[in-house]
């Protein structure tokens, strides 16, 4: 296929980025399918004049979703949130969206679909998030039954949102709380998961797959925040904070206008999220998977101070 042509929905984000300079390298011909277009604007000097055109979609409307599927070889459906935003529900996101992707992209006659889940995703799971992307996958499989799933771990790299969040909490506050400090993580560099795909994308056998990307080594989450400190050199006190009070705790705060945490956030974050073996992974792509330890440091320098102590509560 000469230079074929791609849509991702959701290519501004965390992973997009990655992915889609790893595809434009390559020659594909990418539409990015987001919400407001002018947003994905950055990513077009990733390629060349006319390779990456980004255009409104939006996954919980039929019409934008079916002009961007429409003339495509491949879909790629990157989209997904971690709790609600407005109009923005886990179950017309996660679910419902990733259902109408994949129904259009049959409609369409389009050949091949990757949708993006999560490590950790199952319909008996412990929070809603995880639940509504297992509904997802459950609605993907239904409508292609050869789409490819890929499941990433929590994933690491100059963007992220959790381990930035970490250090930069760190810098205002000399106490941490220590949500499930000891569920375990099994944390993946993002630029190996954008090459994982991009090797799905060229492996028409991995059609109908389900892969689980994670890292070399499992952390408990305790682990995580102490090796986040070391990198940037910050005494902090870490303050256990056992799991159910905290869910109460989500359930109020999660009324006021601003979400700062939500139940929900807690039940899913303490849950672990382990690649069981069951699935393959990055190596059946052929892709050796990065230490967190070569790629931390690379972009928390910004945080780093001299102070190389940590101190650690009893739990």
């Known amino acids: 296929m000469l230079n074929p042509t791609i849509t991702v929905f959701g290519g501004s984000g965390f992973l997009g980025r990655y992915l889609i300079k790893r595809m434009a390298a390559r020659g594909y011909r990418i539409r990015v399918a987001v919400r407001r277009p002018h947003l994905a604007n950055f990513l077009q000097p990733l390629g060349g004049v006319g390779q990456i055109v980004p255009i409104q979609a939006n996954i919980r409307d ?160 305790r682990a995580l925040v102490e090796t986040v400190l070391r990198e940037i050199g910050r005494r902090r006190l870490l303050v256990p904070v056992p799991v159910k009070p905290a869910i109460w705790a989500g359930a109020v705060l999660q009324r006021l206008p601003l979400r700062v945490l939500a139940a929900d956030d807690v039940k899913q974050f303490a849950s672990e999220h382990v690649a069981d073996g069951s699935c393959p992974g990055l190596a059946a792509l052929g892709v050796a998977p990065t230490a967190l330890d070569l790629i931390l440091p690379t972009y928390l320098r910004r945080f780093l101070v001299s102070d190389l102590t940590v101190h650690t509560a009893p739990s």
């Open 62 to 221: 039929d019409a934008s979703t079916a002009r961007a599927v429409a003339g495509a070889d491949i879909v790629i459906n990157l989209v997904g949130i971690r709790g609600p935003s407005g109009p923005q529900k886990l179950g017309n996101v996660n679910a419902q969206g990733a259902r109408r992707v994949a129904r259009l992209t049959a409609q369409a006659g389009v050949p091949r679909l990757i949708h993006i889940s999560m490590l950790g995703a199952g319909p008996d799971a412990r929070s809603h998030m995880a639940r509504s992307k297992a509904h997802g996958e459950r609605f993907v499989r239904e409508a292609v039954p050869q789409a490819t799933i890929v499941r990433p771990a929590m994933m690491f790299g100059t963007e992220d949102h959790v381990f930035n969040m970490i250090a930069s909490r760190a810098r205002f506050t000399p106490v941490l709380p220590l949500l499930a400090g000891d569920t375990r993580h099994q944390p993946v560099y993002v630029g190996d998961v954008a090459e994982a795909i991009l090797r799905i994308v060229e492996d028409p056998s991995s059609d109908g797959l389900t892969y689980e990307l994670a890292g070399p080594h499992v952390y408990t989450w």
